[in-house]
């Protein structure tokens, strides 16, 4: 269903709540059994930003390198 065409009447925030409340009822609710399975439902609905793989990879080669312990370099493993 169209909304109807603006009037001159009517003020843009009424505009605005109409087409909100359009765009609300066509979305279905969803009902979730814990609160993890709605952060990994919305994880998956929200990509993360672009910049982000590259400051998540500046981070881990800032990381310090784990040596070995010594008796892990005795054994060999």
């Not at 909304?3 to 505009?15: F, M, N, V």
């Not at 609710?29 to 609160?35: D, G, H, M």
């Not at 400051?55 to 892990?72: A, G, H, L, T």
Request: no cysteine; proline share 13%; aromatic share 6%.
């Amino acid at each position: 269903m169209e909304p109807p065409p603006p009037t001159p009447r009517r003020t843009r925030q009424e505009q605005t709540v109409e087409q909100h409340h359009t765009l609300r009822s066509d979305q279905t609710a969803l009902e979730f059994s814990n609160a993890e399975e709605m952060i990994r439902f919305d994880a998956a609905q929200t990509p993360p930003p672009p910049a982000l793989g590259a400051r998540v990879q500046d981070s881990v080669n800032r990381e310090p390198r784990v040596k070995r312990s010594w008796w892990m370099r005795l054994l060999g493993r």
